[in-house]
């Protein structure tokens, strides 16, 4: 078991994963844990059972690859374009000029992702074209700020990534769920996925390879 990648893992792990009412790690214990090479590998080991894919034994640098190749910021982008990339039929039919406006300046380069037809030629069925367009007038109605916005594309991004994730590279699956509180996963479990696996897989190279600081 790496323990570069165990440190990486319980650094940025969400504490709600480990345990669950009366059998939670209270915080203090959490960072206590976090320093010692035993803690460790007890929290490890309670995790496994939600994230058995990452935390899995594997030989050399094997373990926890997930987490070292996918740190919170990385993710975070890979996670913002999926979602608006899901969301591309309701943005390309948006045309009235003050959505327009907001949608450009709170997405940039992810707005640009959405227009472009050659990672995706966005087409759905009538009626979950009209689903997308409802959310995503609605998340725009909601609130003056973008945090609304950035809440709907983020959570339709992760079940993008997760339902590839599942089938391609089931460490990043588990990841994806870890980084976040147990609630918030648990609350979009019901979401299903329509990008083509693809275009996921397109995005997920090239955040992949993209520096961190770029």
Do not use: C
Not at 55 to 79: C, E, S, T
Not at 96 to 119: F, G, H, I, M, T
Not at 191 to 214: D, I, K, T
């Amino acid at each position: 078991m790496s323990a570069t990648a165990l440190k990486t893992i319980l650094a940025e792990v969400d504490p709600s994963w480990i345990g669950v009412g009366e059998d939670a790690l209270a915080p203090e214990l959490l960072d206590h844990a976090r320093g010692s090479a035993l803690g460790r590998r007890l929290v490890a080991r309670w995790l496994a059972a939600d994230a058995p894919a990452l935390l899995a034994p594997q030989p050399g640098d094997g373990f926890g690859a997930a987490a070292r190749r996918w740190p919170r910021q990385r993710m975070n982008r890979l996670v913002r374009d999926l979602g608006a990339l899901a969301y591309a039929p309701a943005i390309r039919s948006e045309v009235r000029r003050e959505p327009v406006r907001r949608l450009k300046q709170a997405l940039d380069n992810s707005y640009l992702l959405a227009l472009d037809s050659l990672v995706w030629d966005g087409k759905v069925q009538a009626q979950l074209g009209a689903q997308l367009s409802a959310e995503l007038d609605a998340a725009l109605r909601a609130s003056d700020d973008d945090h609304l916005l950035f809440d709907l594309l983020d959570r339709r991004g992760r079940t993008e990534l997760r339902l590839w994730a599942e089938r391609r590279d089931p460490g990043l699956a588990d990841w994806s769920r870890l980084l976040l509180p147990r609630t918030t996963h648990e609350a979009a479990s019901n979401l299903r996925g329509h990008l083509p696996p693809e275009a996921v897989e397109r995005l997920y190279a090239h955040h992949g390879a993209r520096p961190l600081a770029a």
